[in-house]
């Protein structure tokens, strides 16, 4: 339970010590961890009455666990055969780190007598779909402007299975629609941002789209996050009625028949205690530590709520939290309102990675436990002792794995010699890039990239009322808000696994549907618990044992 606190480390805290150069007291890491991870399972109370008890959201993560407890615990001939289904596919998954993750192998090409570089055994993806029209440019290795391959724009075939059986779980519909946007963004709106050309406040001419890789993550992100915002709020406020019953309805029957009792959810006055010491403490350190107005700070918990809300409603219907994606919504926000602040940018951006990291890791476990019949205040309280084991180890990692910012940065030695980081964290360089463009203001922020917030906001809201008053025998025909908006804000390779996925599950369904309604759930958890297990494995060997550098051969 405690893993979730560690969120916003590879994330805003990362950001700041590359813009600072210095780590944050170790007081400030403990106290501002453990608020945010206290905000966001206390923000998940009402969202488990909502999106698992009324609106019974998917939550792939948590069908897979209930899945396996199911297995490994159930008694009969049928549940044997689903525990061995279970453990033959988590072997299979369990081999593929050591594939395609693990640098074992020395690479002979690149190591030199002064050191040894090492690879993967295979490649983590394939180029097979490069046989498709060619769009857009690219610069080679020479730096000269060429044609640039479908490779290029990320649509690559994943070699890790864990997003196909994640897109086994989560059906047809998310994952058409998911692969449907991704192929918009590679074939007409990044080559037409590559030629979108703008003169930015410093007088520099820049595109909207830099590189062909970077599309999903320049364009494609002011896009697709708006349009999950606007069609999150909206399908929150149609429930209005719903929610303002399980708030404040204790003792009763909701109409979905679930009980509400205050001896099996957890109370509203722990979600009152909670919200109230939580945010108090989030207000303070963000006030007195990064420069953040009380009044901001306020707003920004708010805000938190709002855009955890939408990472969550996303988890519950692809498995995926797009906590980075809804970090830049906060991060645009506060670059209108705290401008030349890159410490208030990060942090209160960090607040909402943070507190929906957290709240999507409970309402997994809260859908696991809803399928298997646990009691749901128990696991809150679970969850909760887990965010004190859980803040003091993630702190004490980062400080021991990330002793200071050249493990993030690199460095250049005397002669001259380029170090490579230890950790090159992605995730903390698109932050600190935000962050870098906010502070000059909004102003800075590409005219297209702003044009596509509006645009964003617009498709989410026409996708969710569509959705809402269209016939129920065609809604499973229309767009996914969901789908599309993921779909922009992720590189290609993830919507095509898990489209593959889908399309598993859907044929082997149409084919055998009690054979698939019995075997797809266990075989597909047991893939997605062996990879995540064993990439563990192999993340650790890649940092601590098969290291680049030291002596050559």
């Known amino acids: 339970a405690g893993y979730s606190t560690g969120g916003t480390f590879v994330s805003a805290i990362a950001a700041l010590l590359m813009i600072q150069g210095v780590h944050l007291p170790t007081w400030v890491l403990v106290v501002w961890t453990f608020f945010l991870a206290i905000l966001g399972v206390t923000l998940a109370i009402p969202m488990k009455r909502n999106m698992i008890n009324q609106e019974k959201l998917k939550f792939p993560s948590g069908l897979a666990a209930a899945s396996t407890l199911q297995s490994l615990y159930a008694d009969g001939a049928e549940a044997s055969k689903k525990a061995r289904a279970l453990m033959w596919s988590g072997l299979v998954g369990a081999v593929v780190p050591f594939l395609i993750d693990a640098h074992f192998i020395i690479d002979k090409v690149k190591t030199t007598a002064d050191a040894v570089v090492y690879k993967t055994l295979l490649p983590g993806s394939s180029k097979l779909f490069d046989w498709l029209p060619h769009v857009g440019t690219k610069l080679n290795e020479s730096g000269v402007a060429e044609i640039a391959k479908p490779s290029d724009w990320t649509l690559r075939m994943d070699h890790n299975p864990v997003m196909i059986a994640a897109g086994a779980l989560v059906g047809l519909r998310v994952a058409i629609w998911m692969s449907v946007s991704g192929l918009i963004l590679a074939f007409l709106l ?97 006030n007195s530590q990064f420069e953040v107005p009380i009044h901001l700070g306020v707003l920004a918990v708010a805000l938190t709520f709002v855009l955890a809300l939408v990472a969550c409603r996303a988890t519950g219907e692809s498995d995926i939290t797009p906590t980075g994606a809804m970090g830049k919504i906060m991060q645009l926000t506060y670059g209108v309102l705290i401008p030349q602040s890159a410490t208030a940018n990060l942090m209160t951006a960090g607040i909402t990675a943070g507190a929906a990291s957290s709240s999507a890791d409970l309402l997994n476990d809260l859908k696991s436990g809803y399928l298997l019949g646990a009691n749901p205040k ?22 021991l794995l990330v002793p200071d910012a050249t493990a993030l940065l690199g460095k250049t030695l005397a002669d001259g010699t380029e170090i490579a980081p230890a950790f090159p964290a992605p995730a903390a360089v698109a932050w600190k890039a935000v962050a870098d463009v906010f502070n000059s203001g909004i102003g800075n922020l590409h005219e297209m990239h702003r044009s596509a917030i509006f645009v964003g906001l617009g498709i989410g809201i026409a996708l969710t009322l569509i959705d809402r008053f269209a016939p129920k025998k065609t809604k499973k025909f229309l767009p996914s808000a969901t789908g599309v908006g993921l779909g922009f804000i992720l590189p290609f390779q993830y919507p095509l696994s898990m489209l593959i996925g889908a399309m598993i599950g859907y044929y082997w369904n149409k084919r055998n549907e009690q054979q698939c309604e019995g075997y797809l759930v266990p075989i597909a958890s047991g893939i997605i618990a062996g990879v995540s297990i064993m990439g563990v494995v192999a993340a650790a060997l890649n940092n601590f044992v098969f290291v680049n550098g030291g002596a050559g051969h």
């Open 190 to 286: 990044g080559p037409y941002a590559q030629e979108y050309l703008w003169v930015n406040l410093d007088g520099e001419t820049v595109a909207a789209v830099t590189k062909p890789a970077r599309a999903w993550k320049e364009i494609g992100l002011w896009l697709g996050a708006p349009i999950m915002v606007a069609s999150g709020l909206l399908a929150f406020a149609f429930q209005w009625k719903t929610i303002a019953r399980a708030l404040s309805g204790m003792g009763k029957k909701n109409e979905g028949g679930d009980n509400v009792q205050g001896g099996v959810e957890v109370p509203n006055s722990w979600f009152v205690a909670g919200m109230v010491a939580s945010a108090s403490g989030v207000i303070f350190v963000a």
């Open 378 to 399: 128990r696991q809150f309280l679970a969850q909760f002792f887990g965010i004190f084991t859980g803040t003091l180890a993630t702190v004490i990692g980062f400080k």
